[in-house]
């Protein structure tokens, strides 16, 4: 395997599958399965999530953005929830953090805690993003992957990779399948936000990014075929 302790990161859009929001779970069960594959040849994965198909604090203009910013971190953790219980339908042992301490549903968000889960074999999903508002869960996971120390950050899209324009709404789009993160900043080309890929690029955390409804991609990406585009 070409990675053996990754961090993964799903949008909250990507657990909607075909719906407009809430939660499909039979696609949330189709990538557990996905990732036990990857689990069972002994890659280490932790989870960030977002919220966006329940809530996109950002793009409220009538609340306090803070307050806007803490109900998404509870939409984050629904996801994280509905996550951890697909994976234990699946048959493997998960634990779900959140970096706000939320004790009847998920442990407090420790970093120890978590690469020791990780070594044990464990899917580790991380809720409520930084615990901190006006920070993106992009930007989390950035974090979340550093203090892990995860050989990659993997984000997990609805398209093939990076492109440099919307492929969905320019069909001359350009497939780039490698760019660095300089050039992800300058070109604002809009993969993660620039406080996300800024850390990685200080922690030298490559970031892949690939389209995650392609069964078996994932595998084949941790296995070292090319899929999907990298920043480095």
């Not at 990076?162 to 992800?184: C, G, N, Q, R, T």
């Not at 389209?211 to 585009?229: A, C, F, T, V, W």
Request: with cysteine.
């Amino acid at each position: 395997m070409k990675y053996r302790r990754v961090l993964l990161k799903f949008s909250g859009e990507a657990l909607a599958g075909n719906q407009e929001s809430g939660i499909s779970f039979q696609e949330v069960l189709g990538f557990a399965r996905e990732i036990k594959e990857c689990l069972d040849l002994g890659v280490q994965i932790a989870i960030v999530v977002g919220g966006g198909n329940f809530w996109r604090g950002k793009a409220n203009p009538y609340m306090d953005r803070a307050t806007s910013d803490y109900i998404g971190m509870l939409a984050t953790t629904m996801n994280a929830l509905a996550l951890g219980d697909a994976f234990k339908q699946v048959g493997c042992d998960v634990r779900v953090q959140t970096g706000i301490e939320m004790r009847q549903v998920a442990e407090f968000y420790i970093k120890d805690r978590a690469i020791r889960h990780l070594e044990k074999g464990r899917v580790t999903i991380f809720g409520c993003g930084t615990g901190s508002p006006f920070f993106s869960t992009d930007t989390a996971a950035a974090l979340r992957a550093a203090e892990i120390k995860a050989e990659a950050l993997i984000k997990a899209t609805n398209v093939n990779g990076i492109y440099d324009k919307d492929p969905k709404m320019e069909k001359d789009a350009k497939f780039l399948p490698s760019v660095s993160y300089l050039d992800v900043i300058n070109q604002k080309l809009k993969v993660m936000d620039t406080t996300a890929i800024s850390l990685c690029m200080e922690e030298e955390i490559p970031i892949i990014v690939f389209n995650i409804h392609e069964r078996g991609n994932l595998k084949k990406l941790l296995q070292g075929d090319d899929i999907g585009s990298i920043i480095k």
